[in-house]
């Protein structure tokens, strides 16, 4: 078995560089050039130029022009910034409603959206209360014993499903289910309640309840969750927050244009 040689990475990720220096020279002013100027302004060889142009056709993210011949940015760039907005403006039509969901809680309140097969934690409220759910933007955690990644997993069909349960399942309490036939049995209750449950299998001492939301398209593309200590939230407790849960995530995906 042979291993890569550090030259060999390192001409890798200098050809990286290289393609993404082309992407940016693009613009609203210029958005289409050729390969001689592309060459000229990034002071590379137009034979490398003209490499890296095919290479970034073939995955979408270059077209070629059949008018002038010269290149311009593909439709899959705009797919993937599509992805990026698309966070960005749940999270911003999000807050009024999350910042009323905490004040009718008391809770810590979350905004998380899939990432692979964990979850991404876009927005965070903390409770007012001393003792409390800390939570941080940005935090990657396991979908599949987080209310809120149970809540996503549970809508969103068959493939991201399978995705999950055949990611790694290793449990972070002593409480984690790990389980993949009683995590399917889990996912079909939570389709019928229509939110998820944690019950300390994320962090122990910690419970949650998440719902989720959906773009004007039906698909579901985050979820809203309110977490707090085991101690004072307990199961019943838990399940009493549904209603006003379900009535938020309702809100919100109403103003992301979806309609039931």
Do not use: W
Request: glycine letters at 8%.
């Amino acid at each position: 078995m042979t291993t890569e040689s550090s030259s060999s990475k390192s001409s890798r990720l200098s050809s990286v560089a290289a393609a993404v220096r082309v992407l940016k020279c693009f613009s609203e002013v210029e958005p289409e050039i050729g390969i001689s100027s592309l060459a000229k302004r990034l002071s590379l060889a137009k034979s490398t130029v003209h490499r890296l142009a095919v290479t970034l056709t073939s995955e979408g993210l270059l077209e070629q022009s059949p008018e002038t011949g010269r290149y311009r940015l593909g439709i899959n760039l705009f797919v993937m910034g599509a992805l990026v907005r698309r966070r960005l403006d749940v999270s911003n039509m999000a807050q009024p409603f999350l910042n009323v969901l905490r004040e009718q809680t008391g809770e810590t309140i979350h905004l998380a959206v899939m990432n692979e097969t964990n979850i991404l934690y876009l927005y965070n409220l903390e409770s007012r209360q001393a003792i409390r759910m800390k939570s941080y933007i940005g935090t990657i955690k396991p979908a599949f014993c987080t209310c809120e990644g149970r809540a996503i997993v549970s809508f969103g069909g068959p493939e991201l499903m399978n995705k999950v349960l055949n990611a790694p399942l290793i449990a972070r309490t002593p409480g984690t289910q790990t389980d993949p036939a009683q995590l399917m049995k889990m996912f079909a209750e939570i389709r019928t309640h229509g939110y998820a449950i944690d019950d300390e299998e994320s962090e122990q001492g910690m419970r949650g309840i998440s719902a989720p939301l959906r773009d004007i398209t039906g698909q579901v593309i985050a979820a809203i969750g309110i977490g707090g200590p085991s101690q004072r939230l307990t199961l019943k407790k838990l399940r009493g927050l549904a209603p006003v849960l379900l009535s938020t995530a309702e809100a919100i995906s109403s103003q992301l244009g979806y309609r039931a």
